[in-house]
């Protein structure tokens, strides 16, 4: 067996017998869920009106979509990187005659496994229980939402390498990191959607690589862009992977030098 | 009385000895507390920016939609500068904390909760309270009377009693089971319910927040009581409600004890 | 008063008992099946004021359980305990202000930050004047030779330096009792005797009791008159070391050093056995250590080599107490 889908596997199990850390991800991404979805749904009463020009199907589908994109996109165990590096244990990683990034790719998917399993199952529920109206995509649309979501799991998983590697030059950036960390599920989109911010600071936000993360491909499922504007977000979404991925290699290998001259 | 100067007096020591452990790893520090205030902002920034589309979030106005998001945030800050020390169980119960904890002389509970005192909530406690002063002042002339004022302290303390209680009862679940130190974070992902008013939930929900898991006694309470929307029944209630998990998390609190005494080796 | 009255404490722990298994998991939450599990079998003791005396036994022989009954952390299931003439388990004020229990795995000091931060928080639980707080904190700091460790964090000091911080801590009070669990965990040779000198000066000091478990045999014969012998939960032993070495070790050992080594006749002739060159060993009861010792100066020049040197050994307590346990059986207060 390869030894990437062995280092997923192992992973995997791992992850099964920890139910406790379990059921404690569940609850939160669930409380966030059901805050959110009264809201908008409070908000979206009145079923002639939009939001935002949103439908009330539309932003349904948007909090639920969130939900699903949290599990499936912003999840990352970079961060234990990060704290390894700290600790002086990076060395042992290094060492295997493993691609340290499709290692930790691995574990990652392991993770993203479990989540997207446990979040697709409450979503079904919550849809089912409180009736919610669902928006139905031309599977189009599915597809290319599809696409994007796929470089979004590649961008943030770059994202996050970039940001483990502040390791290398600091023990104490766990605090700075889980601050960076909530201020990209703002700025993507994983609370709620961009528009609802004032003009000035989501134009801003669309010139960084966040919103590509969640906002962009659940509004292409959404089909709330027009082909052009899909055609050039994609584009820009591919720019920013591509970037990122630079950038997380290069990084990391100025980091290791450094890491190795000091002989950690 | 010169029981409880003593205990302040401890309570102020471990305060101290918490802030130069915050200290320590300031830069760390700086990182959590840059984290809560940009959780807060941004939820502010939301909530502020929907009323630019809106005009009431179920019959709410910004002022006081704003109210409920700050008051859970007041709640929430309280508990956790106050007992903060429950989310350190799992260190105190599994590296045999506890039992220096027994064998001093101090009451285990007092020493438990407040092992730790948060002094980064210290700091968001000031933009927080800042903002709250605000959307008070933006309540439409005569909503605010002194007597509602002081129903919202009142309503505000009573809540924290009740995060207190969960709080007890988290640590005795913890104490007693010796597995599940942990659980007290499920409290604070509940809390989160707590954020915007309780009113905008499905009504069994709403009815599960009100008696099961009161999150909606706790947060939702004091801003309709300030508002003029709560009856003197639902006040009842919620003194009631805080009397009594006092009383039964308490008992479970010392249970919990007694059994451990019987059990740990 | 005795600082210590036990009678038949016993001490026994209910183990659920539990298949692996869902199903398991979910029938032990309708009817729990337990084990008995039975640490302490009906211990009876007496201890005195200002007695120093060791507990000692195998791991898992009862010792802790014991040490955490006197301290008031386990309810015993039966029998009586007064320690200091308080039920333990009361946690009465007075009574927590007189002892300290001190576990050589664990510690009370706050990791991050400066032991004198730890100590002010213990001055401030135990209400101590300042006044005596500084008598006694300056006592400990000369004994301990700790005052250079006060202002560092524990993090950042050796495993030594931080055990003497922790009894720092631990007896900032001054306590009557002193409950220690393997004090002397760990730490190297040196530390070790620092810690025991240290708590011999403190007991004449202030006639406080302690008690002490320890796997550390040199703790025990350096420290306390009295053991204390506990296995399997029964109490095998409580008497005087000495008295223990010597109705366990009848025999002494007379090392003979000879100018020249004796042949294997002159050996066997006069009962020796030669262990290298020049020396050779005889075992005698004690009784008649003076006379074998003098019938062999007797023969020194003649039918032996000349003797240079001789010394009669006490078999160390170490090998006694390991003979004791290999033989599995003992007899109580011989």
Redesign the interface.
Known sequence: MNKYAHVFLTSLKQQLERRASWIMERVRSLTLILSLYFLWNSLLSDPTKGFLGYSHSQMMTYVLGLALLRALVITSRAFELTWEIAQGRLSHLLMRPMDLFAYQLSLDLSDKAVRVASAALEVAVLAYIFDAPLFVAHPASALLAGVSVTLSVLLYFFIGLCMASSGFWSSESVGFLWAAGLLIEFASGAFFPLDVLPDTLAHALRLLPFPYLVYFPLNVYLERFSDAEIAQGLILQSFWVVGCWLAARWIWRIGIKSYQAEGG | MRTLRRYARIWWRLAAMSFSETWNTRINSLGWLLGKLVRLIFFFIFIVAIFKHTDSIHGYTLPEASLFFLTFNVVDLLAQLLFRGIYGLRRIVTEGELDFYLVQPVNVLFRVACQTVDFLDCVVAVPVLALTAWAIAQLPAGTVTPGNLTLYILLIANGTLIAFAMHVLVAALAVYSQQMENAIWLYRDLMVLGRFPVDIYAKGMQMVLTFLVPIAVMTSFPTKALIGLLSARWIAYALLLSTVSIGVSLWLWLKALAHYSSVSS | MPAIIADALRKT??IPKRKPGLRAAIASFFHKETLAIE?VKGITLSIQDSEVVGFLGPNGAGK??TL?ML?????PTSGTLRTLGYVA?D?D?DF??S???V?GN?S?L?W???VA??L???K????LSDSRYQENLDELVTLLEIGDVLAM?PKKLSLGQRMKAELAAALLHRPRLLLLDEPTLGLDVVMQNKIRKFLTDYNRRHGATILLTSHNMQDLTELCKRVIIIDHGSLIYDGLLKSLIESYAPQKRIRIDFAQAPTLAQCQGAGLTATRDGEAFVNAPRAQVPDVTSSLLGRSGKDLPAIIDISIDEPSAEDVIRTIFAQGNLRTRP
């Open positions: 722990f209910k640490a802790t359980t955490k301290s008031g952390l386990l309810y388990t946690r004020k927590l202000k002892i300290t229990l576990m664990r009370q706050w991050e930050i400066p931060d730890s002010l928080l213990n401030e639980i135990y209400e964090a």
